[in-house]
């Protein structure tokens, strides 16, 4: 909503229409009124209108330096925006080799499990067939002391 506010400029009164606050505005005609009194009491020679075109321009020096800060703020904000999204996106595809390869050892440790359990049973299965020759074994000793013993009594 538009405002209408009265300040009062090197001894005039000026009615300003603005959106701004009006204690903004009375801030801003007191800073104005301060630097144009400070060149003022420096040079007595200096009128009023000279004043104010040298506030004029060395506000204008401020806001063109301002702005391109703002400027180069602003490109430092895009390149560190830029980078983030960089870094995010190898982030990203480092969990998903991460992934990759912990999907890829658990694969491994099950083959080395089965690898094992295989070995297990190879040596469990000879270990069962020499225990099984070796029970064999006594039974062909017997039949043939059997047999030597028949055939000596013979």
Known sequence: MMSRVKVVLCGKEYVLQTEEAPSYVYQLA?????????ITEKSPRISAHSAVMMVALSTMDELTKANTGVEVIRSQV???VDEAGKARMERDAALREIDVLKAKIE??????KLK???????????AAAEAEEASAKPDEEQLTLTEETSAAEA
């Open 107 to 112: 694969q491994l440790e099950n083959l080395l």
């Open 78 to 80: 895009k390149e560190y």
């Open 30 to 38: 007191k800073t104005l009124e301060k630097r144009i009194s400070d």
């Open 116 to 126: 094992s359990l295989k070995e297990r049973i190879d040596a469990d299965q000879a």
